[in-house]
């Protein structure tokens, strides 16, 4: 099964959006892009968003290969000459209505040292 869907979800506050392009059932990679539109750089749009998910034997269904399931994804930048890291990772649970439930956290560091590690909160992403 193609689980998760292919395409963009965007958090209910509308402050980040998840693309899912691509996903391959039997290792549960994901990859895609992640957009934030707020953080201490200014938007951000990642490229190379990695991600996983894992099925669960659905009791419901009877097998696996079906949601829900968990799911999470992991965003990091760096620009050239290394002036800031920032991380943002979301966790949680990809539901039946193909929306998913996910807590955040951020961790940022700049060249001047400022260090940040705060959570993003528990949103719903919807396509």
């Known amino acids: 099964m193609g689980l998760p869907e292919h395409g963009v979800y965007t958090s209910d506050d509308g402050v980040q959006k998840i693309t899912i392009s691509s996903t391959n ?20 749009s990642i490229q190379s968003m990695k991600g996983n998910y894992m099925w669960v034997r659905s009791q419901e269904a009877g097998r ?16 050239d000459g290394r002036p800031y890291s920032i991380v943002d990772i979301w966790n949680g649970g990809y539901q039946t209505d193909d929306t998913m439930l996910l807590s955040g956290t951020r961790a940022y560091v700049n060249q001047e040292g400022v260090v940040q590690s705060i959570s993003l909160g528990t949103k719903v992403f919807s396509r």
């Open 25 to 44: 059932s039997s290792n549960g990679q994901i990859s895609g892009i992640y957009e934030s539109s707020s953080s201490p750089v200014g938007p951000l």
């Open 64 to 79: 696996d290969g079906v949601a829900p399931f968990v799911i999470r994804f992991f965003a990091a930048q760096r620009p």
